[in-house]
């Protein structure tokens, strides 16, 4: 039981359950899923649905943060990555032929990638800030966003474009499964590599990981990259998901919900030690937490409150401070917090990156 | 190093240049154009921006029918910045138009600029958007859309179709942004109108954020929750187009097993009423350049109008929406 409450997970599968729980009380049959048109169907199969796109983004976030960065462009990247893609869609003469909708998703997935090393090189070569330096694209990618569908929504109707975001494989959201297949690569790469250990490494002090042999400048450009990439896929499945682009709104605020997946998940902003399962767990707390608001019917005006409270019971039950005050002598007894679910450990020493 | 970094200064500076001289444009304190002495009425008109399609339909409207009318248009674009259009007005005055016309980024602090423009001799319209001010004479009129009265004619259709039929209607609603005026008008008129009759209940309300990504999502939601749905009332066409897609997910068909009514008349909403999904739509029209002309030629003939103007808006119900998809223009 100790070590299972000293899991770094532990909070916050702790509060996804009880987010579940509370809809269950609401609506009994919230977990029901049936078979629709051949695919499942239900409440759940939503919430992974329309919470693969946040993922995905808080994949890249959590790896940007690694090194003690930050991206706040995503949500820019992924108005972007829909605007290249549905314009090229838009423009073809047959919409559902599979080869223009595949040179619209590499289009929009290479420029996706383009704004990721730009972060990158501004914040590994120039030297710029992290939080400035992605600040730029955060303002500029709306602008270029517009720009690319002269300040219109494009429509467009496309089957295997419709795919990406609302389509299905083996009765699942095909979504869900393509962001699933990204997380498992990242993960693999990271820990059965020594990449993940190297982002850590970078993350705790860039200045002397570079001292020790890492080539931070290219770890940290690799990493935006990453981000602007996954940013670009989470694009194409939100623009699939509706069949339009809209470069004013699509990805809005995702940066925020991505920084507070990352958070929930128990990866701590000042860099070195990530969770990537973490980091799922804190983008399906995010979105459950938008799915209860509508079960449970919290009223709009107070939706930003109710949402809010949520998340600061969350970011207290993390704290482990928090948690000895609360709970006393009836929470695991421990020496200092130097493991487990710790988010900010004084071992990280910052260096500017 | 360096090099690269000068260049990028270099490249910075060069921008700052640029979007200077694009402010400076849109000053509109050209000399060349001042002055009515050919007797042409000459408008000066300070829009807020081009942000959304509406907006930029608004534009195109304004200018066109200017031309058609003969009427000199100065025409500035604020950006979205109340400072610009402050400075705009101004230079209107010191061009000593004949008409101004507005349409205001905010709708606070525009008392000290209209006080000018009120001492030059100059009248000034409002379009689309009020002013906040408690003193009326500073404006002559305010031409725009009533949100009110857009939520009572979408609730009027509805009354209409189940008139004489006494059974329970369940209402979805997707409203706006919480806080923006036309989402809590179209609420406030939908919800009034039928307040008066019990059969109809709107059993679930969220904000879509006027947005077709969030439509949808929150329409995915209501449907899992509420097994009964009659009727979608949107309080926007993009939400309505999202919400389509989610009915259609959930194996129903829109139009058909759920009713939809939406606001606004972009074209994408026609083609879905072509196509059956969308039931009716409520028209808020941004073309209100012909109605504005003609307000400005009545002002500087000195004819009296009234302080508060509608623009002309419609219904549209499946079977007109054929005949008016091809001259949809925004």
């Not at chain 1, 949500?75 to 829909?82: D, E, F, H, K, T």
């Not at chain 1, 820990?191 to 970078?202: D, I, T």
């Not at chain 1, 470069?247 to 990530?274: Q, S």
């Not at chain 1, 449970?296 to 482990?320: D, H, M, N, R």
């Amino acid at each position: 039981m100790i070590t299972l409450t000293r899991h770094r997970l532990f909070w916050p599968v702790v509060v996804l359950v009880v987010l579940l729980l509370g809809n269950l009380l609401e609506k009994p049959d919230f977990f029901a899923i049936r078979i629709q048109d051949g695919h499942l169907y239900g409440s759940v199969i939503d919430i992974l649905r329309f919470g693969a796109p946040l993922m995905l983004v808080a994949l890249g976030m959590t790896l940007v943060i690694a090194t003690g960065g930050i991206d706040l462009s995503v949500g820019s990247v992924v108005a972007i990555a829909g605007a290249v893609a549905c314009l090229h869609i838009s423009k073809q003469p047959d919409q559902n032929a599979i080869g223009g909708v595949l040179i619209a998703v590499v289009m929009a997935l290479g420029a996706a990638l383009l704004f990721g090393a730009f972060n990158g090189i501004m914040v590994s070569r120039i030297g710029i800030q992290p939080i400035i330096a992605t600040l730029i694209l955060m303002v500029a990618g709306r602008g270029i966003a517009q720009l690319i569908m002269d300040g219109q929504i494009i429509t467009i109707n496309s089957t295997p474009y419709k795919w990406i975001g609302a389509g299905w494989l083996f009765t699942l959201p095909a979504a869900v499964l393509i962001a699933l297949a990204m997380i498992a690569v990242t993960a693999l790469i990271m820990r059965r590599s020594a990449l993940g250990l190297l982002l850590e490494s970078v993350g705790g002090n860039a200045e002397a990981s570079r001292l020790v042999g890492i080539q931070s400048r290219s770890l940290v450009l690799l990493v935006y990259a990453i981000c602007g990439l996954c940013a670009g896929l989470a694009g194409l499945m939100i623009s699939s998901n509706v069949s339009s682009a809209d470069g004013n709104n699509a990805g809005l605020l995702i940066e925020l919900d991505a920084i507070l997946a990352v958070v929930i998940g128990g990866t701590a902003l000042t860099g070195g030690r990530f969770s990537i399962g973490g980091t799922v767990i804190g983008a399906l707390v995010i979105q459950t937490l938008s799915t209860t608001v509508y079960t449970l019917g919290v009223p709009p005006e107070t939706t930003l409150i109710f949402k809010a409270v949520v998340v600061t019971i969350v970011c207290l039950l993390q704290s482990p401070a928090f948690r000895r005050k609360v709970f006393g002598r009836w929470g695991p007894r421990r020496t200092p917090p130097a493991s487990g679910s710790a988010p900010s450990e004084p071992t990280n020493v910052k260096v500017p990156a | 190093m360096h090099v690269s970094r000068r260049k990028i200064f270099a490249v910075v500076a060069a921008a700052g240049l640029v979007t200077s001289g694009l402010a400076a444009c849109g000053d509109g304190t050209k000399d060349d154009a001042a002055g009515g002495d050919d007797g042409k009425i000459v408008l000066g008109f300070a829009q807020v921006g081009a942000e959304s399609g509406w907006r930029t339909a608004n534009t195109k409207s304004i200018q066109d029918s200017a031309k058609a009318a003969g009427i000199e248009l100065q025409f500035s674009d604020a950006q979205q910045k109340q400072e610009n259009q402050i400075k705009a007005i101004r230079g209107y005055i010191q061009q000593k138009v004949d008409v101004i016309a507005f349409s205001p980024v905010v709708n606070t602090g525009w008392d000290p600029v209209l006080k000018e423009a009120k001492a030059a001799g100059i009248p000034v319209i409002l379009t689309d958007r009020a002013v906040d001010s408690t003193d009326t004479s500073l404006y002559v009129t305010f031409i725009g859309s009533d949100f009110i009265v857009e939520g009572q004619r979408a609730a009027d259709w509805l009354l209409k179709q189940y008139e004489g039929k006494n059974e329970q209607v369940n209402i979805v609603e997707l409203q706006g942004s919480p806080g923006a005026a036309p989402a809590i008008d179209r609420k406030k008129g939908f919800g009034d109108a039928i307040a008066a009759n019990p059969n109809f209940k709107i059993i679930a309300s969220q904000t879509g954020e006027f947005t077709r990504a969030k439509g949808k999502e929150v329409m995915t939601a209501f449907l899992q929750s509420n097994p009964d749905i009659d009727v979608l009332y949107a309080h926007n066409d993009d939400m309505a187009l999202g919400a389509i897609q989610a009915i259609e997910e959930a194996g129903k068909k829109p139009g058909v097993d759920i009713k939809i009514i939406s606001i606004d008349g972009v074209k994408d909403a026609f083609q879905a009423m072509v196509d059956g999904k969308i039931n009716v739509v409520v028209e808020c029209n941004p073309l209100l350049g012909p109605q504005l002309m003609e307000l400005v030629q009545k002002v500087t003939k000195g004819e009296t109008i009234e302080k508060r103007i509608l623009t002309e808006e419609g219904v549209f119900t499946q079977d007109q929406a054929a005949a008016a998809l091809p001259t949809r223009e925004y």
